[in-house]
């Protein structure tokens, strides 16, 4: 069974950073199409970023310019680095495929306030 562990979220105030990490077990971690995802109160789940094996990204609009995606293969750990933060980005937060198709993690929360 494939699992994602979800860790660096937190409480930050409007322009600030984070960065999430998501490591993965049981899982041929270097071929897979991978994304991070977010699910605010009361709304739908939501794509925020991917990217491919061979390195490749893209990103929702609304994060464009702010938030990075990347890989470590060898560490099978997934990163978000997300900058300028505004309070419409809180959510928790899971990595997946970017199918969505394997076991959901627990998440992070990341809120950010005033």
């Known amino acids: 069974q494939v699992q994602f562990v979800e860790s660096g979220g937190g409480s930050v105030q409007p322009g600030g950073s984070l960065t999430l990490s998501c490591t993965a077990s049981?899982?041929?971690?270097?071929?897979?199409?991978l994304a991070w995802y977010r699910q605010a109160p009361g709304k739908k789940p939501e794509l925020v970023a991917s990217?491919?094996?061979?390195?490749?990204?893209n990103y929702t609009d609304s994060v464009k310019g702010r938030f990075t995606i990347s890989r470590d293969n060898d560490k099978k750990t997934l990163y978000l680095q997300m900058n300028s933060l505004k309070p419409e980005d809180t959510a928790v937060y899971y990595c997946?495929?970017?199918?969505?198709?394997?076991?959901w993690g627990q998440g992070t929360q990341v809120t950010v306030s005033s």
């Open positions: 049981r899982i041929e971690f270097s071929i897979y199409f």
């Open positions: 990217i491919r094996s061979g390195g490749s990204t």
């Open positions: 997946n495929t970017a199918a969505g198709r394997l076991d």
